[in-house]
């Protein structure tokens, strides 16, 4: 009897270190950076879009006379609002390597706060073009584009100093 709880615990382990599964909810450097860079990715994605789609929306020069369907904007703005919540389970993960997990969780914070900065300034231009407040108060078209063009920046500053706060745990060396 105890033989056969002996090979079928050991089976069971086996079975859990051959799938993957962590054992000890920690992640190795590289399990760790997967699921981080899978997470942003995505969000990144979510939010090129939300700015994409607003070059393709937005005329050069907006007047009062024209017409402009935020319908795509908004999706892409709910898409990419739904893709930064996911990102908050980063901040919960648990990696092998302490210094790593701090690095990266510490990026991870200045990405989601940039990324939170940027969809606001899109919200708010979503509200501009939505509710047809240009129509009567075209002065501040100027204003929301220069805010969103600057927090897409600093947006994009943050993705960058977390990619290589997560190349910095790759190893590149051909052994």
Not at 111 to 120: D, F, W
Request: proline residues 1%.
């Amino acid at each position: 009897m105890f033989m056969k709880k002996s090979l079928s615990a050991f089976l069971l382990v086996s079975a859990f270190v051959l799938s993957g599964c962590n054992l000890l909810g920690k992640y190795s450097e590289v399990e760790y950076n997967n699921l981080v860079v899978e997470e942003v990715n995505a969000t990144s994605l979510a939010i090129e879009n939300t700015t994409s789609l607003y070059n393709e929306t937005l005329p050069d020069v907006v007047t009062e006379e024209d017409l402009i369907d935020t319908a795509a904007m908004e999706s892409s703005y709910d898409d990419a609002v739904s893709a930064l919540e996911k990102t908050a389970e980063l901040l919960t993960l648990e990696a092998r390597n302490l210094e790593q997990q701090n690095a990266v969780r510490t990026e991870v914070e200045t990405y989601r706060t940039a990324a939170e900065l940027y969809l606001e300034s899109y919200a708010a231009m979503l509200s501009y073009y939505s509710e047809g407040t240009y129509k009567e108060d075209i002065s501040q078209v100027e204003s929301l584009d220069e805010t969103m063009h600057i927090n897409y920046t600093t947006f994009i500053e943050a993705n960058n100093d977390l990619v290589d706060t997560l190349e910095s745990y790759v190893s590149t060396e051909v052994e």
